[in-house]
């Protein structure tokens, strides 16, 4: 059965930075895309940053575009995403994400099969 456990959301002002983490296990992920989804409220969830397991392929939404960074540990089957600079309307709720994806169309194409239980990410003005 696939896990995937977040880790590192919080409190933080304007102008800071958080680092998420997820932990993944239970099968093996290469062929898949693993990334970071988030939703506000009243808003849709959206991809922020999504990375290919086997290569390290990385896409990331216009809003968090060199802000955001997003990168995997093949060996200990994490993925991580640093944030800094980061802005009230980055605050959501976070979900990591694994899944098949097109490699044509790049990591953002990534399915979400697996999803985490979410971890809460909140920037005060």
């Known amino acids: 059965q696939v896990q995937l456990v977040e880790s590192g959301g919080g409190l933080v002002q304007a102008g800071g930075s958080l680092r998420l983490s997820c932990a993944a296990n239970g099968r093996t992920f290469s062929g898949y895309a693993m990334g970071w989804f988030r939703q506000a409220p009243g808003k849709e969830r959206e991809l922020v940053a999504a990375?290919?397991?086997?290569?390290?392929?990385?896409d990331y939404a216009d809003s968090v575009k060199g802000r955001f960074t997003i990168s995997r540990d093949t060996a200990k089957n994490t993925v991580n995403l640093q944030m800094n600079s980061l802005k009230p309307e980055d605050t959501a709720v976070y979900y990591c994400a694994a899944g098949r994806f097109s490699p044509g169309f790049g990591p953002r194409s990534l399915r979400g099969d697996y999803w985490g239980q979410g971890t809460q990410v909140t920037v005060s003005s």
């Open positions: 990375i290919s397991w086997s290569r390290g392929n990385t």
